[in-house]
């Protein structure tokens, strides 16, 4: 509904530049006194609104709705009565005071007149907070309102709510109302959807207090109405979800308006050892074309004069760039695909997106391509489907509705913007209120201009026969049909059997066939029989459900489904990929769809997913049936290779990787490079997924020495990698003698100093004993507190504890992270403290932070007994620091101070760092958050940079970002390395209140140090 902060890229491309001229005549405009801007405009009357749209020839735009009858709206959803709901997110953009009730509500609105104008409204539930929408269930209504999902009901007719039920309990509520859960949609598979935006949360039932809670980081929501089940869904929609007449989910996101879920959630997690990564497909990128919006209005005075001062550090400090203002998404919202019939048939399956901060309505088309779609605007002049010179118009949603139309929900405020994205004192200034507006809202229908006016919006399904809803699943509007189904699951009248199955074998619609089809499933009565002939439907779309639905019924039908395998239309084949999965001895129809598919990263995916633990027959029918796959290393295939290997690494058969290391060894077929380190860093990566040392594999010392002593640089660092893993004593030989080679690169010692975790403790605990002297450099130093870590000895401590006096500050740091990985060691590391062994000012502040946060309750309380007086209080040091604000700072000075101290961790415009977030964007905020932001990091952690803490089942203690997952593992990227551990190993995990970028950075930076590195931030980095 609006960007949480307009980065630096959301203008960085097209769009309109800000004159010089322009920008001085509106800085003389604002000398005084609140600033009212060329572009800023008074609010319209509805009906005045209606006549300034401009919508695309043949249509015309209708109020259905409007204040008082309705304020702030977010989501509507008409009932089978034809009446409307309304969450009315009222509270938008701050929740409530403590001690005060939120103000959101649900609004339930009547035509009493059939005029099609909602002039009766109730409020059905109040002091909800930031509801965000709504979805008809059983005469009630589910909604979204964080940290919960209700149901509410009205039970004595009266339009008020007398049942509040909470059926979940856990979703993210400490970010911005819109990023919180939203969007509940009905699907065609008989499970209600909900989008997520990417947060957190692990996800209770009151209902059912015995079931353990669902973790759903990073992804959407589904349950089940009628079962109670409940569980993560595949991607991460921001505002606004929707589903095509054939069970396909879209969403949007701010600055990418379009994006499709690919893979359902459920086919990854069945391969314990395959992370896939993001399950969406962006439709459009955010520089591309398509992504240019044509608006009517002019950028408002705050955005302007943003852009302005942005623009003039640019200029002050000598950066060669321009501060683009307008012209691409950038608050994207509530992508609804329309399945209506009264528009022109061409207009079906179209996907409506809003973009409130450009006041418009982008309509897009949709293309096929292979498992997924392509997205293009549907007009190729430069201009909308819908516009207005109105900058109050905030189109925040859209849906089908009983009469054919498309309803367009418009929460109409003056400002939708995160608040904190804009200096503080141009608010003041301009005096914004966020609230101007709270008062009104409009609900329109968009009409064909020679559509029909007199549908009614009483649909008559409220008191349908079960025979009249099953005959409606052939109605050609798509709102009668997702209802009549949506009623039929209710009710579970077993007297639609006979109808449906009926109607599934014989109806002309597809989408009737369809729906009967599902709505058996929902009922409990689909058979094998009906499945059977769905698979074979001249419509490519039934068949691909009916792959879906056959597997409900495996292996009875897996003869038939196997026809599937060279079906002509792509997401048919998609679809049996990813079912094959649930076959047995799968490989014979794996290889040839892989020789196929390989180069397609979402089929690739899919085929990943199928491989279980077949991967080495996989491998062997690629090499002797599928010879041309080999012919050539493209990316795509190699990265097919790799993965591979690494599933057949992880599975940690001795026979299986001692098969596949002669495979790579002497496959005339693998004698390419490429292949061979894609195979070998595979090899590596799967290996450490379990992350023991010391695999004895036969055939391993031979085939991968020879690897580690190839002339190609790839396949040697490939093999090295692996090598760690394995029981190779040459390879521990030749390390040791590397490490201690002073002839050779600091790098080369490094790679060696690591490579000796492969090796037994007895064996390389002398060499690397050695390396931990005043003498040897830091880096080799650093790499030998890494690789001592990796051992169980008890004396380990005490090796890495003995040099500390002479250890630099960041081998201090790797040595205190290494004591903090064990209880013991911890233990260890608070008692050198206590004896003054270590003294407490030479142990960095992130290491004191983390101590005092330790897992462990005992060590805990000692270190915060220990180190009470070197943790700062973070309110004393923000006051003791607050002089910097007004300190001029030095640009020089402060990419210095970055450089030492920041950039390790973070990369400036939109470069990718190991575990900090990059600062494209930082100059949106004002000195003051950057300050506290710096000295504070713990207050507002963003939650893709949540620090996750793992103690596995013998004690060791693991953080870092959440880097992957699969159903076997966990995946915790840390500073120095990533750490994968075992699911069964892990005894508990959570997410820490302390940030990977603890307090304390004021140990190491004055104020006027401070004021200079937010001078270089603001300045453009």
């Keep these: 509904m609006k960007t949480l902060c307009d980065t630096l890229d959301d203008f960085s491309a097209a769009g309109r530049v800000v004159s010089l001229a322009l ?226 989910r879209f969403g949007s996101r701010n600055t990418i308006f379009l994006i499709h879920a690919v893979l359902p959630a459920k086919y990854p997690l069945r391969n314990r050892f395959f992370s896939p990564g993001s399950p969406m497909q962006f439709l459009v990128e955010h520089d591309d074309e398509e992504n240019k919006i044509y608006p009517l209005t002019e950028p408002q005075q705050w955005r302007i004069e943003r852009t302005q001062a942005r623009q003039k550090r640019y ?84 849906v089908n509705a009983p009469d054919g139309h498309l309803y367009l929900v418009d929460f109409y405020r003056e400002y939708i913007e995160e608040p904190l994205s804009i200096p503080m004192a141009l608010q003041e200034r301009l005096q914004m209120d966020f609230y101007r507006g709270t008062d009104k809202g409009r609900i329109y229908r968009i009409v064909p201009e020679n559509g029909r006016t007199d549908r009614s919006l009483k649909s008559g399904l409220d008191e349908a026969t079960t025979a009249e809803l099953a005959a409606t699943l052939e109605h050609a509007n798509g709102w009668h049909r997702r209802t009549a189904h949506r009623l039929l699951v209710e009710k579970q009248d077993q007297a639609a059997v006979p109808l449906l199955k009926t109607m599934a074998a014989e109806s002309e619609s597809p989408q009737g066939r369809l729906h009967a089809l599902w709505v058996l499933e929902g009922l409990g009565a689909l058979e094998p029989a009906l499945v059977r002939l769905a698979l074979s439907d001249e419509h490519p779309r039934i068949r691909e459900n009916a792959i879906k639905m056959a597997e409900a019924f495996l292996p009875e039908l897996a003869n038939v489904l196997m026809a599937r395998q060279r079906d002509e239309d792509p997401r048919v084949r998609f679809q049996f990929i990813l079912t094959l999965g649930l076959l047995p001895s799968n490989h014979r129809a794996l290889a040839p769809l892989i020789a196929e598919h390989a180069e397609d990263k979402w089929f690739r995916k899919a085929l990943l997913s199928s491989v279980g633990r077949g991967g080495m027959r996989v491998l062997n029918r690629l090499l002797t049936r599928h010879a041309g796959f080999f012919n050539e290393p493209t990316e795509g295939k190699r990265e097919f290779l790799r993965e591979l290997s690494a599933i057949i690494a992880a599975h940690r058969s001795s026979r299986e990787i001692s098969l596949f290391l002669i495979t790579v060894d002497g496959s005339r077929r693998l004698e390419n490079a490429a292949w061979r380190s894609a195979a070998l860093s595979g090899l590596a990566k799967g290996l450490a997924i379990d992350g023991s040392r010391g695999f004895r594999i036969p055939a391993a010392e031979q085939v991968v020495m020879k690897f580690v002593r190839f002339s190609d640089p790839e396949v040697r660092d490939a093999a090295r990698e692996a090598a760690r893993y394995l029981h190779l004593p040459e390879f521990v030989r030749q390390s040791r003698r590397e490490v201690a080679d002073a002839e050779l690169s600091i790098e080369e010692r490094v790679r060696a100093a690591e490579a000796l975790r492969a090796g037994s403790y007895a064996a390389v605990a002398p060499v690397l004993r050695e390396m931990l002297t005043s003498l040897a450099p830091q880096a080799l130093q650093s790499a030998a507190v890494g690789t001592l870590a990796q051992f169980d000895e008890e004396d380990v401590a005490e090796l890495l504890l003995a040099g500390w006096s002479g250890y630099g500050p960041p081998v201090r740091e790797r040595v205190a992270q290494a004591m903090m990985r064990r209880r013991d060691r911890a233990a260890a590391f608070l008692d050198a403290i206590e004896a003054d062994r270590v003294a407490v000012e030479t142990v960095d502040a992130v290491s004191r932070i983390r101590l005092t946060q330790y897992p462990d309750d005992t060590l805990r309380q000692r270190a915060e007994k220990l180190l009470a007086a070197q943790v700062s209080d973070r309110a004393e040091v923000l006051a003791a620091y607050a002089d910097a604000v007004s300190l001029k700072g030095d640009l020089d000075h402060g990419r210095a101070v970055f450089e030492e101290h920041c950039a390790e961790c973070h990369q400036p415009q939109g470069q990718r760092a190991r575990i900090g977030p990059n600062l494209s964007g930082v100059n949106n905020k004002t000195r003051e958050q950057l300050i506290e932001s710096i000295l504070d990091p713990s207050r507002d952690i963003r939650p893709n940079y949540a620090n996750y803490v793992v103690v596995d089942k013998v004690g060791r203690i693991y953080d870092g970002l959440l880097a992957g997952e699969t159903a076997e593992a966990v995946r915790l990227r840390g500073e120095y390395e990533d750490q994968t551990i075992l699911r069964k190993n892990i005894a508990e995990m959570r997410t820490s209140t302390v940030s990977l970028m603890p307090d304390g950075l004021e140990e190491d930076l004055s104020p006027q140090d401070l004021a200079d590195v937010i001078e270089y931030m603001r300045a453009g980095l």
């Design 23 to 248: 920008l001085l005549l509106l800085a003389s405009c604002g000398s005084s006194g609140p600033t009212k801007g060329p572009y800023d405009s008074d609010p319209l009357t509805p009906e005045q609104a209606v006549d300034a749209f401009q919508i695309e020839p043949g249509f015309r735009i209708e109020i259905v709705a409007a204040e008082p009858q309705v304020t702030d709206p977010v989501d509507i959803a008409f009932d089978e009565n034809g009446d409307l709901w309304v969450a009315e997110m009222r509270d938008y953009p701050y929740d409530p005071a403590e001690g005060e009730p939120p103000r959101s509500r649900i609004s339930f609105l009547q035509d009493q007149d059939g005029d099609g104008r909602y002039e009766t409204a109730t409020v059905f539930a109040d002091n909800l907070l930031q509801v965000s929408t709504v979805l008809p269930w059983k005469g009630g209504i589910f909604a979204a309102a964080a940290p919960d999902i209700l149901y509410l009901k009205d039970t004595d007719g009266d339009h008020k709510a007398d049942i509040k039920d909470v059926w979940f309990t856990g979703f993210q509520e400490d970010v911005t109302p819109e990023a919180r859960i939203n969007s509940l949609r009905y699907g065609i598979d008989n499970w209600i959807y909900g989008a997520n935006a990417g947060r957190t949360g692990t996800i209770t039932s009151p209902r059912r207090p015995g079931k353990a809670g669902v973790a759903v980081r990073g992804r959407d929501f589904r349950f089940h109405p009628g079962t109670g089940a409940w569980g993560p869904a595949a991607g991460s929609v921001q505002y606004g979800m929707s589903f095509d007449e054939w069970g396909q």
């Design 315 to 398: 200029d002050e400090t000598n950066l060669n760039r321009v501060e683009h203002l307008w012209g691409r998404f950038s608050a994207a919202t509530g992508a609804t695909v329309y399945v209506g019939d009264s528009f022109p048939p061409e207009y079906v399956g179209n996907v409506f997106v809003g973009e409130v901060n450009g006041n418009l309505v982008r309509r897009n088309v949709l293309t096929q391509d292979g498992a997924t779609f392509r997205a293009h605007g549907a007009v190729d002049e430069d201009r909308e489907f819908l516009a207005v010179k109105d900058s109050w118009f905030s189109p925040a949603n859209f």
